[in-house]
């Protein structure tokens, strides 16, 4: 088991952006009929004590510093509603922004491996009807989804990336979801320090058969070579057209708000094309 924790990178400027397009996402598929099933492979403790000092500094701190605009994307704000509903100095993770978002015949499974961030998950979700929280690999579990029925499959995979396999076991896990459930709806995190591994994953995908899209958001210059991430991607999987349109929209306002020197901020999105 990795000894990774995410507390020490809770609300870093990689969790906004992924939390913005995650909030995205879920809006967009709420607003049709079918339920969803949403399954996510690396929940976390649910909820993060933000440090003194830490890396949520250069992310929802910088973020939340600016104030806000009726005028900016709905995700956006809605990412800012959910915040506020917690105390201030806490960070809700993926779970809580998925539950914020979901209705009420909408379910969702939060696996944790680690049995301590397990314990705190299940403090969190436990009272939710919709929700349970399994202790195991999240991954592993994939292979053993039973069919979402009349619903909507949504899988969230958001691994922390400590051992360089992941980059090979991960894109092959969203591979067999996608063949064993072509109308899953996928949502894949990764971080950018280079685009070395993360082409290498895209093309992978397109020879596994995975059409994509993926949204990127660099708030560090790539040729600065850091420990901490220089930016990060989410990829997506049969998600709505208006998802990667909000996404863009809201690009600027955390470009511009996390960016490390002098401003400079980037954003990229990739098609992955299927390779035949």
């Known amino acids: 088991m990795s000894s990774y924790s995410h507390r020490f990178h ?26 969803l099933h949403v399954v996510e492979t690396h929940a976390g403790e649910g909820v993060y004590k933000l440090p003194p000092v830490g890396e949520w500094q250069a992310g929802v701190g910088r973020v939340c510093a600016h104030a806000t605009d009726a005028q900016e994307p709905e995700a956006l704000r809605a990412f800012f509603h959910t915040l506020d509903s917690f105390p201030r100095g806490m960070y809700p993770g993926s779970p809580l922004f998925t539950l914020a978002r979901l209705r009420a015949d909408d379910t969702a499974s939060f696996y944790e491996l680690d049995p301590q961030a397990h314990a705190q998950l299940q403090t969190r979700v436990h009272e939710d009807t919709r929700a349970e ?40 896990a969203v ?80 470009g511009e708000a996390c960016a490390t020197h002098g401003g400079h901020w980037a954003v990229r999105t990739h098609r992955v094309e299927v390779q035949h």
């Not at 990689?14 to 913005?20: A, F, I, L, R």
Request: charged fraction near 15%; aromatic fraction near 6%; hydrophobic fraction near 45%.
């Open 133 to 172: 929280a399994p202790c195991g690999d999240g991954v592993k579990a994939l292979h053993h989804l039973a069919p979402a029925g009349h619903g909507q499959r949504v899988v969230f995979i958001d691994p922390p990336y400590t051992a360089k396999e992941d980059w090979l076991t991960i894109p092959n």
């Open 10 to 35: 809770a609300g870093n400027v990689g969790d906004v952006w992924k939390h913005v397009v995650w909030t995205s996402l879920l809006m967009h598929l709420t607003k049709v009929s079918a339920p």
């Open 175 to 254: 591979a067999e979801v996608h063949a064993a459930d072509p109308s899953a709806c996928i949502a894949l995190w990764y971080p950018i320090k280079s685009y070395t591994r993360p082409n290498a994953m895209l093309d992978l995908l397109g020879k596994r058969g995975v059409p994509a899209l993926a949204l990127e958001l660099v708030t560090t210059p790539l040729k600065l070579q850091r420990n901490r991430l220089n930016g990060s991607g989410m990829l997506l999987v049969n998600a709505p057209w208006a998802v990667a349109s909000e996404a863009l929209a809201a690009a600027p306002r955390l």
